[in-house]
């Protein structure tokens, strides 16, 4: 992938590696980091290496009369941000829309003065939210220069924003299709929760989930489930699915996500891991019901608290989805006693960056 904006942007610190030497090299960091246990080969999964972002926000640089997006800079060339003229990461509806949609905002006083950040959510038709974050008041009378936006840009859905408060032109969620070996399944993504960021490794994601869980039986755990992501495909193979998640709006769309799937055997709850560890410890029936045997987490880059790791430590069967693997380290450190790795996967979500999505499938000895 070549971009104009590689070696002035914050965010593709790679940007000078041929896209299999950073698979090559997050591979070895990946063995080295977790040689102290006893892993299987590593399993690389990779996707296409440009226009594989589904989400991006970008900050607005206002110069003149000339509007901007703008990323962070590069480490070494210091603070704040600095220009862009094209991101060649973000999925290709919203590299398209970008230029067209910023020089309609540039053209309009009312849209452009004090706009401060630009978010893109994109689903796999195509149809985009973007939200116009800004530093000043804001009221419904901007409904009138958003309607302008809308009649250019059909496949929009817009989404106005200042410090506390929230204008919905005309909805705030998509409708993502996934293809998980071969079956489409839909989901509800509501702005400003936690979806996958790349599409294409997401579904790959699923998959490896899927295939390392043919083995499992009974009943399914899950914590940090977000929207249902892994859970409404996992649901297929388990009794029932009892998934948790602090997001009050993400288990809105994940029960939204259960009942358009059709599956009826998984129960939501909005709580934190740590709140739904407590209740099995208070040996409350909402948990004992379930036979404790498969857990699923994809927790957040902090890994597991002390209290979810040790709920999560009671099951035979883990499935360790991590954005970390620093904290997923520190977690096999408990994990792996008395277990085994059975498989064990990098999924590069994140080309062009140092970040590597990883997965670990842990059985009882
Ligand atoms: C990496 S995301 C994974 C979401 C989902 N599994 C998916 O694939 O889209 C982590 C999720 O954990 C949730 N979360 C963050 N802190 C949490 C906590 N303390 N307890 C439960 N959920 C939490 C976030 O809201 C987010 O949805």
């Known amino acids: 992938m070549n971009c104009s904006s590689f070696g002035k942007c914050g965010s593709c610190v790679l940007w000078q590696m041929p896209y299999e030497e950073q698979l090559k090299m997050k591979s070895g960091q990946l063995i080295e980091l977790f040689s102290e246990f006893d892993m ?8 296409s290496d440009e226009h594989f972002r589904a ?7 206002h110069e003149g009369d000339k509007s901007y997006y703008a990323m962070r800079k590069r480490k070494e060339d210091g603070r704040g941000v600095i220009p862009i003229e094209e991101c060649k990461i973000v999925d290709k509806a919203i590299y398209e829309v970008m230029t067209p949609l910023l020089n309609e905002i540039e053209k309009n006083d009312n849209l452009r003065f004090k706009l401060y950040e630009i978010d893109f ?26 309607q302008k936006l809308k009649d250019k840009f059909k ?3 817009f989404i106005v924003r200042k410090k506390g408060r929230k204008y919905v032109f005309d909805k705030n969620y998509l409708i993502e299709e996934l293809n998980i070996n071969s079956k489409i399944y839909k989901y509800k993504i509501i702005e400003n929760t936690f979806s ?11 998959e490896w989930a899927m295939r390392n869980s043919e083995d499992l039986r009974g009943d399914l755990v899950e914590l940090y489930c977000g929207n249902g992501n ?16 602090i997001s009050k709006e993400s288990i809105e769309a994940a029960t939204y996500n259960a009942e358009i799937n059709e599956r009826g055997n998984i129960t939501f709850l909005a709580m934190s891991a740590a709140e ?3 209740l099995y410890k208070d040996k409350s029936p909402l948990i004992t019901k379930y036979d404790l045997k498969n857990v699923l987490i994809d927790p957040p880059r902090a890994g597991l608290d002390d209290k979810s790791r040790e709920f999560v430590n009671e099951f035979d069967n883990i499935i360790y989805i991590s954005c970390n693997p620093e904290t997923l380290k520190r977690d096999l450190q ?32």
């Open 40 to 47: 299987p080969g590593l399993e690389v999964v990779h996707g």
């Open 55 to 61: 989400r991006a926000e970008f900050r607005v640089w």
């Open 121 to 146: 959510l994109s689903n796999s038709k195509g149809e985009l939210i973007v939200t116009l974050i800004y530093h000043r008041k804001v009221d419904e009378t901007i409904a009138e220069d958003i």
């Open 155 to 157: 496949n929009i859905d």
């Open 196 to 206: 996958q960021p790349n599409r294409q490794m997401n579904q790959k994601m699923i």
């Open 230 to 245: 892994f859970t409404i495909p996992l649901s297929e193979r388990f009794n029932r699915v009892i998934a948790t998640e």
């Open 276 to 278: 739904f560890s407590k």
């Open 334 to 365: 408990t994990l792996s006693k008395g277990r085994e790795i059975k498989a064990f996967a990098f999924f590069d979500q994140f080309p062009y960056t140092n970040h590597a999505e990883c997965g670990v499938i842990l059985q009882k000895r």
